[in-house]
């Protein structure tokens, strides 16, 4: 009983830092928990709220806090297994603590919050040479649980940012063509082929933002101008009269360049989030509307 209490704890912590380190420090940041944890939300959200875009919205920030409690609880159980085990002989009891006979799990699982979290009540002490370690360790991890969160809050709240200011200005360019009357494509050409050069580096940057923090696609904006699945049509329909003939090389070069930007961001977005493996731009961006509620709701 004792070894396999010990073998499976410790298998629950190395599950949680495996985790947090492909999540976090691996270059295409998936981590097997955490995208479980991610999708599983996804997937509830979307079928409870029915067509609630508000609601939706809140299916990001649910699964960024559900992925660290996630975390948290493999490491308070996996430390809770090793020390449970060794309940009550392992231990000295203070003043007023109280552990029942032959070493309650609940005495364990108290310990182990107790040390993950740093708040060191001394009320129950290891005295065992091998469990006087566990605890500092169980604390350091605890640690650098709290600091993996506080950094990919701030990694992700600059991804976030890259999303709104390429939307924002997508929807400016669409909404700027349909006031004047007049479209890119008719404008100076070295101010139009500077436009559209700015919007590949800010789609190229969307589409390696996607794949190091997948987690990022399940930030669904609340408004339709804020929405790359709804804005994406008309920046396609802006790439297609730059890059017609009679337009200036330079001009038609940087729209080419543009639309391959845009089709390597949908599909990636297609094989990682949607289950579109052919390729087809026009088949991930339908599937990419339908899965953020977007196709029946607005066009």
């Known amino acids: 009983m004792t070894a396999l209490s010990s073998v499976g704890g410790a298998l629950l912590v190395v599950v949680a830092l495996r985790d947090v380190f492909d999540t976090l420090f691996h270059p295409h940041g998936r981590g097997v928990v955490s995208q479980v944890v991610i999708r599983l939300t996804w997937r509830v959200m979307r079928t409870v709220v029915r067509g609630n875009h508000v609601a939706l919205s809140l299916a990001g920030p649910m699964a960024f806090v559900g992925v660290i409690i996630v975390w948290g609880a493999l490491v308070a159980v996996g430390f809770s297994l090793l020390l449970w085990p060794h309940f009550p002989e392992g231990f000295a009891m203070g003043s007023g603590a109280a552990v029942e006979d032959g070493g309650h799990f609940g005495d364990a699982l108290y310990l182990s919050l107790v040390n993950l979290t740093s708040l060191g009540y001394g009320d129950v002490v290891a005295t065992g040479d091998v469990l006087r370690f566990l605890g500092p360790l169980e604390t350091l991890i605890g640690v650098g649980l709290l600091t993996a969160s506080i950094s990919w809050i701030l990694f992700l709240y600059r991804v976030l940012g890259d999303y709104r200011s390429l939307s924002h200005e997508i929807s ?14 008719s404008i100076d050409p070295p101010v139009a082929a500077g436009v559209l050069a700015d919007l590949t580096s800010r789609v190229v940057t969307m589409r390696d933002d996607f794949v190091h923090s997948p987690i990022a696609y399940y930030f669904r904006p609340r408004e339709p101008r804020h929405a790359l699945p709804v804005l994406l049509p008309s920046l396609l329909t802006v790439v297609e009269e730059c890059s017609r003939d009679g337009n200036p090389p330079a001009l038609r070069f940087q729209a080419v360049m543009l639309r391959q930007a845009i089709e390597d961001l949908l599909s990636t977005i297609g094989s990682q989030f949607v289950g579109i493996h052919s390729g087809d731009p026009d088949e991930a961006l339908t599937a990419y509307r339908r899965d953020h509620l977007w196709a029946t709701s607005t066009s």
């Open 172 to 185: 400016l360019l669409a909404d700027t063509e349909r006031t004047s009357g007049f479209g890119l494509a």
